[in-house]
């Protein structure tokens, strides 16, 4: 095996306990309150080495809420697993993930920024939590059902 297959098995290795995300999802859920239908789809990309997350919320008047793409990965220079997020209108961050005990990851942008978490469930959903400084629960919560 040569030094760039290597590098290619060590950001797999570490890139999988993201795998629940993998796939097309439809979902439910709130935001401040607000009723969201949600769809969310993950691929793998660069010789499955990172992994593509896209996420649409609507209304229930089926107007877009909200939209992001997320590209994690594995950063081997620290050791860490990443994520970059952009939203619209073009606010771009990037931000460290941790992969918690008990199955899932969550990230956030220090003391002043939200704090995302995302479950793996039972009967493959997926569950997405934001919670924002000075909040005790989940402003923004979204169950997807893994799509047919």
């Known amino acids: ?20 995300l993998t796939g097309r999802f439809t979902g439910t859920g709130n935001s401040h309150g607000t009723p969201l239908t949600g769809t969310l789809v993950a691929e793998w990309i660069l010789s499955g080495t990172a992994l593509q997350v896209r ?13 992001d793409l997320s ?3 594995y950063k081997a220079a620290d050791q860490l697993l990443w994520v970059q997020q952009l939203t619209a209108p073009g606010v771009w961050s990037s931000r460290p993930v941790l ?4 199955g ?5 942008d220090g ?38």
């Open 1 to 20: 095996m040569d030094d760039e297959q290597r590098r290619i098995a060590q950001a797999r290795e570490k890139m999988a306990p993201l795998q629940f």
């Open 71 to 73: 590209i994690y990965w």
């Open 111 to 148: 003391p002043d920024g939200p704090q995302v978490i995302l479950r793996p469930e039972p009967e493959d959903v997926v569950s997405i939590e934001v919670f924002f400084p000075g909040g005790h629960e989940a402003a923004i919560t979204m169950r997807y059902h893994r799509a047919p």
């Open 99 to 102: 992969v918690l005990s008990n």
């Open 104 to 108: 899932g990851v969550r990230w956030y």
């Open 55 to 67: 996420e649409r919320l609507h209304t229930v008047d089926g107007i877009l809420d909200h939209e």
